[in-house]
């Protein structure tokens, strides 16, 4: 049954829940009013409806009517919260991207020697990846297009982008001055690791090997980064 359109509901660390109090806070600021908040958690819900069929359908197979069966909302109630079924997607990756962030943040920041903190960091993200289906299946194979034709969510990618560069090249700066890596440019090492992330990930991603599991890949890109900038002279 459809609601009313007017009311309604050392080792590696894992994602925080959901707080982006902007799109997908379940509570809110105190100073909001009780119809406020309720609308929050209806926004709430229809994410979190449409992360489920995003599981099963890619993004652009998706309808708002598909939206209204799964979430139990109005087709008119859908679109009075969100006015295009596109600002939907770009709410669910903003969020996906600031869930990854945090989790590269809190595992390399954690402490540990360098090379430990890069495989928590790797076994997280990859478990991430493995468990997040509607993120793996229904958003990537379009979101470099969507990105294209939506300037907000272009501009979260090249943020997370500049973020996680910075990240692995502060941790890979760090590798050259203990002396664990040959000396090199830190940005050389860095895009290394970088493509052999892309390259074990892609196909996954883009559920060309829907059973490959990411996680058992993360000690041999980090075995590999260390024996190829090794110093000269040591046991590799």
């Known amino acids: 049954m459809t609601r009313s359109s007017d009311m309604r509901g050392n080792t590696p660390q894992q994602a925080p829940p959901r707080q982006d109090c902007g799109s997908r806070s379940q509570g809110g600021p105190a100073h909001l009013s009780r119809k406020e908040r309720e609308i929050q ?4 819900e229809l994410l979190e409806a449409a992360e489920k069929l995003l ?15 799964e979430s139990e909302f ?21 969020d996906k991207l600031s869930q990854l962030r945090s989790l590269i943040d809190r595992n390399l920041e954690a402490p540990g020697a360098w090379d430990e903190r890069i495989l928590n960091m790797l076994t997280a993200a990859f478990t991430w990846l493995d468990e997040t289906p509607a993120y793996r299946s229904g958003v990537t194979p379009d979101l470099n297009l ?14 997370f ?17 203990l002396g664990h890596l040959a ?5 050389t090492i860095a895009r290394t690791f970088r493509a052999l992330m892309s390259g074990f990930s892609e196909d996954r991603l883009l559920e060309q090997s829907p059973e490959e599991n990411l996680t058992k890949h993360a000690p041999l890109i980090v075995r590999v980064i260390k024996r190829a ?3 000269e002279g040591s046991d590799r």
């Open 74 to 94: 109005s087709v008119g109630y859908i679109y009075k919260l969100y006015p295009h079924k596109d600002d939907i997607l770009a709410v669910l990756i903003r």
């Open 55 to 69: 599981a099963r359908k890619r993004f652009h197979e998706i309808t708002v009517q598909d939206i209204a069966l």
């Open 41 to 44: 958690r209806h926004r709430l």
């Open 161 to 177: 982008l500049e973020f996680f560069r910075g990240r692995i090249q502060l941790l890979f700066s760090e590798g050259l001055r």
């Open 146 to 159: 969507f990105a294209r034709t939506h300037p907000g969510v272009a501009a979260d990618l090249a943020g």
């Open 183 to 187: 000396e090199d440019e830190p940005g």
């Open 229 to 231: 900038f090794a110093p």
